[in-house]
């Protein structure tokens, strides 16, 4: 069973940088969609950037100017650029690949902004 290990979360303090990264444990074939999401506790999951086959991004208005959402297909791995965080964007962060056949989502970072 492949899986998808999200790394690179931790405690920063407001206006500080973290970058996530998101591998999978083994070969994954059709990926055409790449995405972060995040979940506050209390709040409903929500998405906040995401990468198409054709590198083609979307961001949530929340994160726009701030995050950056990359991938590097020889390393089949997604990145997660975040600079200038704020205590709101306190969250476990989750990474999901989609594929014709199915969605793989990994088990979650958690990122923590904090003075």
């Known amino acids: 069973q492949v899986q998808l290990v999200e790394s690179g979360g931790g405690l920063v303090q407001p206006g500080g940088s973290l970058r996530l990264s998101c591998a999978a444990s083994?070969?994954?074939?059709?990926?055409?969609?790449m995405g972060w999401y995040r979940q506050a506790p209390g709040k409903q999951r929500e998405l906040v950037a995401g990468?198409?086959?054709?590198?083609?991004?979307n961001y949530a208005d929340s994160v726009k100017g701030r995050f950056t959402i990359s991938r590097d297909n020889a390393k089949n791995t997604v990145y997660l650029q975040m600079n200038s965080l704020k205590p709101e964007d306190t969250a476990v962060y989750y990474c999901?690949?989609?594929?014709?056949?199915?969605?793989?989502w990994g088990q979650g970072t958690q990122v923590t902004v904090s003075s």
């Open positions: 083994g070969s994954i074939f059709s990926i055409y969609y």
């Open positions: 990468i198409t086959s054709g590198d083609i991004t």
């Open positions: 999901k690949w989609r594929t014709p056949r199915t969605d793989y």
